[in-house]
């Protein structure tokens, strides 16, 4: 509501008084969508992007070396003559010398700044906003006489009633309006003592849950606010609480998930790795199979599919399958190697489980610390602001977090993702690549890479043995696509090999490889 007629009129009133005869001495842009006027009494700064559209008086403000656009070159060295502000309207007009205006247009979306000479509109501040080039100045409709005597104190049946007399009521006053009207006050009271308190001269900063706000009015009683008297400090108060709570909540919001998204990851991953675990630890042990062909061979006929045993461990009938092309014995050793790879599986996963819980350890430390950082909801404003001690804690923890990240991407010469239990590495550029492909993958591991492209090596951890599923694959070709020149591309193909099919000829430049077998995959690119 800073840029509400009642707040603009109050404004207007008192930049009549201060800048009566004052000079221009510069206006330029050195931030999107602002405009700074710099006249020898004080300097407005003047925002026309929504939701913080703005008109600010300030002491002084730093004018940057570069970047900056000087505007409306006419009007320098002129004399401000008045400034007033249009009947109804979120208008407000600053007259110059020599038939020069400066239009304050502030209309949410469509807040621009228009220089006129004579009554005509010759130039803009925000350029896409073309029809302002024929705007004419006139008041707005004020018809007391349509509020209806009666109105259901609904927020919505009452902006609807306030429209009806003027389209400057908005929302935050047809709240109040309903909240008085709820207290015991008719539709009319309650319409006259909100705007007495609009024209009043005192204004409320109120801390919302997503931004900064100013009211005309008390506002309601479990909203954090500070009272201030006059529209120049208050305006002044709004600025310095505007962007640093919305800096803040973004910050925030950016550690929040930077976090609890790896957290997340890690928990799932240590549940998928537990499940495989005991997956595996309660399967029949195929030793224990072996064993029991060993010891019953004489009764297994040739080219059976199945045998019943009798199982000497835990009693009763055991039904084994059996592969009709071996003989007996080469079923027990077949059931003797499949032991063997099922140890190695649960050796890696074990290590695995280690590996990603010690991680998970660390990722909660982290979290336990974010939770002792003011949340955006918890911080106070007062007369200056808010204190540089409540916002501190984030700005630290912030820049340990990009610390850490910056010195574990160093540590690690790839982007690690995981898949139901298989952990997926993305080359980060040419000589990562190589480090990834020749010193951390081992030579039964996967190795994939976009096909004919520039792009990184991604591979996929061998998990003894186990072949990696076609979901999987697909994942682990869908992130090789992306990241390669390809990524815009519907479709790409994307080579994969073990990676002991893949070597590095002398002399060879980073990142490139020779691929003796390779198969082909055509997939969609997918970031993650």
């Known amino acids: 509501m800073h840029f509400h007629y009642f707040a603009l009129r109050r ?13 221009v001495v510069s206006c330029f842009s050195q931030n999107k969508n602002e405009l700074i006027l710099e006249t020898s009494a004080l300097t407005l700064r003047i925002g026309c992007a929504t939701p913080h559209t703005y008109v600010v008086p300030v002491a002084d403000f730093s004018k940057a070396r570069r970047n900056v656009a000087d505007l409306f070159p006419e009007i320098l060295g002129l004399h401000i003559t008045g400034a007033y502000s249009i009947d109804w309207e979120r208008v407000m007009v600053l007259n110059l010398e020599n038939g020069y205006d400066l239009i304050l247009k502030m209309h949410g979306i469509r807040a621009n700044v228009l220089l006129r000479k004579d009554e005509e509109v010759v130039a803009l501040f925000t350029q896409k906003v073309e029809e302002d080039l024929s705007y004419v100045l006139k008041p707005g409709l004020y018809e007391p006489h349509l509020l209806p005597e009666t109105c259901s104190a609904n927020e919505q049946e009452v902006l609807k009633a306030l429209r009806q007399v003027s389209a400057v009521y908005e929302k935050n006053i047809a709240r109040r309006v309903c909240t008085r009207m709820q207290e015991g006050l008719s539709l009319r009271a309650a319409f006259d003592e909100v705007n007495a308190a609009c024209d009043s001269g005192e204004y409320y900063l109120v801390k919302e849950p997503t931004q900064m706000r100013m009211l005309l009015f008390p506002p309601p009683a479990d909203l954090p606010s500070v009272q201030v008297s006059g529209i120049a400090p208050a305006l002044l108060l709004l600025i310095r609480t505007l962007y640093p709570f919305d800096s803040y909540r973004r910050m925030y919001k950016s550690c929040e998930d930077e976090v609890k998204k790896p957290l997340d990851k890690l928990r799932k991953l240590v549940d998928s790795q537990l499940h495989s675990i005991l997956h595996i630890e309660e399967e029949r042990s195929p030793e224990e199979i072996g064993h029991l ?23 009763g009938t055991l039904t084994v399958k059996l592969d009709p092309r071996l003989s007996p014995q080469q079923n027990a050793t077949r059931y003797y190697e499949k032991h063997k790879d099922r140890k190695l ?9 280690a590996d990603t819980e010690q991680k998970l350890q660390e ?5 336990d610390a974010f939770a002792e950082v003011p949340t955006p909801e918890s911080l106070v404003h007062g007369p200056q602001g808010f204190a540089q001690a409540s916002l501190t804690p984030l700005r630290d923890f912030a820049k340990s977090l990009s610390k850490a990240s910056a010195e574990s991407d160093k540590e690690r010469p790839y982007r690690l993702y995981f898949l139901d239990g298989f952990e997926i590495m993305v080359g980060r550029n040419a000589r990562s690549n190589d480090e990834l492909s020749f010193h951390v993958a081992a030579k039964n591991d996967l190795w994939l890479h976009a ?8 591979v996929i951890r061998s998990k003894g043995g186990q072949g990696v599923p076609d979901h999987v694959l697909e994942y682990a070709a869908g992130l090789a696509a992306y990241f390669s020149k390809r990524r815009s591309e519907a479709y790409v193909p994307v080579s994969y090999t073990s990676r002991k099919y893949i070597r590095k000829r002398k002399g060879d430049p980073p990142g490139m490889v020779v691929v003796d077998r390779e198969e082909v995959i055509l997939v969609a690119p997918v970031k993650e």
């Open 11 to 23: 404004l207007a009133s008192y930049l009549s008084d201060e800048l009566q005869g004052e000079v």
């Open 293 to 315: 062909l060993m010891a019953q061979l004489h009764l297994i006929e040739n080219e059976a599919r199945t045998i019943d045993l009798e199982d000497y461990y835990i009693g």
């Open 345 to 353: 599986r649960l050796q890696y996963l074990q290590e695995q489980l």
């Open 363 to 367: 990722a909660q430390v982290l979290a």
């Open 451 to 458: 096909k004919d492209v520039t792009g990184s090596h991604v």
